[in-house]
């Protein structure tokens, strides 16, 4: 065992343990050791809400892989329930901790890899520590939350984001009354507030109540059991649980203790082989910051998909290093290429999903972008259960690049996001979406699919056919706002203010509109709109479109409310 190459893994889960995999399929010879000081090495921690509400309904399926099935299928030996407490660099030695009967020993490596992963955040607020405060990171939470949904009628939710939401419903599901605590004013804060705004009304309709613009204050214990919350807005909240589901933090104490390399937003800083600046020693998955693809900063993500890409990366970057390739081997160390933030999540059959950069991201990293929306339905409307999606795409307004895409909807929304992300990666432009060959069957999408549709509306934008009004600039300025939806549209609701031309009419009407002042068009969704402005662009009109229509002015007016 001396003459062979030895790499020891620090944690497991989605990082850790496909390095170790991978590692071992690159390399027959290297003794591989992985440590995790919980009792699982592998396991679904994505489904552990789905776990709390039953609908995973055994624990063990949650389990990806055993220490055992490590050691009979790749010959990887694994300590759960040891903790690495610090590193010896010059040594090139960890120090481990047996946490069932506290012996410490120490362990050499000839190449080291840290995936520990990030921890919830618990904010230092009064009774914080109180029984029935829960985090869902790993299986004992889960295990946790279980037992005290035994008796329990009422669960609040701290955080708004993926795991609150899906807590949220799962909760719900249990049949508890479930409250939700979000200090930003919107739910999902990943998302635009205008996009979110769907997700907020979904969650109110299936009973959820909503706090935004709220933080939790402090907890206390109630008589008689079960908690009271304190919240910014003055309300005291009873519950029987809380769920903590603020956020996350990059687990960098080892790495600090070793003198590493952090980056500016407190994560381990890596190269794009995944090591640190330690050449012995490599970082993957939540502890470490990776650079974006669109805005070029660096900064952790959380989610398991590039995780495990890292992961295949470190194993490849170490075994370039140490010359453990088999003889004739012609393999290049990979790179990580760095991440855009693709992400799904689902809430009472709503998907809501999203990759590359929000207006938000755009605006602090200084790019420049445009932004279009649309509402098409999952596949063509003559076909039975057509639903729609509602999308933003945002883009580069002098080259169509595609900076990001959300979109929210009952069916088929990940496919279309998972479409845009590609052709983002690949550093693709709206002109490619509305080129995109895509799979066309009435049940499936419509012969202009809605990744297409983005891309011509966007497309049209670029090339200068259609120009775009900004609705957050809707009550400045002196545009007039033509409606030319029919007049029985008009009269259920129109943006106030507007005159309402219908298209039909248009033509023969020209003489009502001014040529001194622009025009800004707004139909149902958008189509109408755009071909009055084709219409009156060629008429001498300075016209513009409210992209979405009267569909998203409803999430916009409900923003300024």
């Not at 996009?195 to 907020?200: K, L, T």
């Not at 990366?313 to 933030?341: T, W, Y």
């Not at 056919?465 to 030319?484: F, T």
Request: charged letters at 25%; glycine letters at 10%; one cysteine or more.
């Amino acid at each position: 065992m001396a003459d062979k190459n030895r790499i020891l893994i620090v944690g497991g889960v989605a990082g850790g343990a496909s390095c170790a995999a991978r590692a071992r399929r690159l390399c027959e010879h290297c003794e591989i050791v992985m440590f995790d000081r919980g009792p699982f090495v592998s396991f679904a921690n994505c489904g552990l809400p789905y776990h709390v509400g039953d609908v995973i309904e055994e624990e063990a399926k949650l389990l990806i892989a055993t220490p055992k099935l490590f050691r009979e299928r790749f010959d990887i030996d694994v300590h759960t329930e040891t903790e690495v407490t610090a590193i010896h660099r010059e040594a090139r030695q960890i120090e481990v901790r047996d946490l069932r009967n506290g012996e410490v020993r120490r362990e050499s490596y000839d190449a080291l890899v840290l995936s520990p992963g990030a921890g919830a955040i618990r904010p230092p607020l009064p009774g914080i520590d109180l029984p029935g405060i829960h985090v869902v990171r790993t299986i004992p939470d889960t295990r946790r939350i279980r037992e005290a949904l035994t008796g329990a009628s009422r669960a609040l939710v701290v955080g708004g984001g993926f795991i609150g939401l899906e807590m949220a419903e799962n909760l719900a599901h249990r049949g508890l009354e479930v409250t939700l605590v979000e200090l930003a004013p919107q739910v999902m804060p990943p998302l635009d507030p205008e996009m979110a705004a769907y997700v907020a009304d979904h969650l109110v309709n299936h009973g959820v109540r909503l706090q935004l613009g709220a933080g939790v204050e402090g907890f206390e214990a109630r008589d008689g059991g079960g908690l009271q919350v304190r919240v910014s807005n003055g309300e005291r909240i009873d519950a029987d649980l809380v769920i903590l589901a603020i956020g996350v933090r990059p687990e960098t104490a080892l790495a600090q203790q070793a003198g590493l390399d952090l980056g500016e937003a407190g994560g381990i800083r890596v190269d794009d082989h995944m090591r640190t600046n330690d050449p012995r020693i490599w970082a993957v998955g939540d502890a470490i910051e990776v650079r974006d693809i669109v805005t070029g900063a660096e900064r952790p993500l959380a989610l398991a998909g590039p995780a495990n890409r890292q992961g295949r990366v470190a194993a490849a970057s170490i075994h370039h290093a140490l010359g453990s390739e088999p003889p004739g081997a012609r393999r290049e160390a990979i790179r990580f290429r760095g991440v855009q933030g693709t992400a799904v999540c689902g809430v009472f059959e709503l998907t809501v999903a999203m990759t590359g950069a929000s207006e938000r991201t755009l605006t602090r990293a200084g790019i420049s972008y445009e932004r279009v929306y649309l509402h098409p339905g999952n596949h063509v409307g003559y076909y039975p259960g057509s639903k729609p999606i509602h999308m933003k795409l945002l883009f580069a307004p002098d080259d169509g690049r595609i900076l990001g895409a959300q979109a929210v909807g009952e069916a088929d929304v990940a496919r279309r996001i998972d479409v845009i992300a590609m052709a983002l990666q690949m550093g693709g432009t709206v002109f490619d979406l509305e080129e995109s060959e895509l799979c066309y069957a009435p049940q499936y999408g419509a012969a202009k699919d809605p990744v297409n549709l983005a891309g011509m509306i966007a497309a049209n934008h670029v090339r200068g056919d259609l120009s775009l009004a900004d609705w957050n600039a809707l009550s400045e300025g002196d545009a007039l706002i033509v409606d030319v939806r029919t007049p029985a549209e008009f009269a259920r609701g129109h943006i106030p203010g507007a005159s309402n031309v219908p298209l039909e009419e248009l033509r023969g009407r020209l003489d009502e509109l001014p040529k001194e002042r622009p025009v800004w068009l707004v139909c149902a969704v958008g189509q109408r709109a755009y071909y009055a402005n084709r219409a009156l662009l060629q008429h001498g009109f300075d016209v513009r479109i409210l992209s979405g229509g009267m569909q998203t002015y409803a999430t916009f007016a409900r923003e300024t409310d």
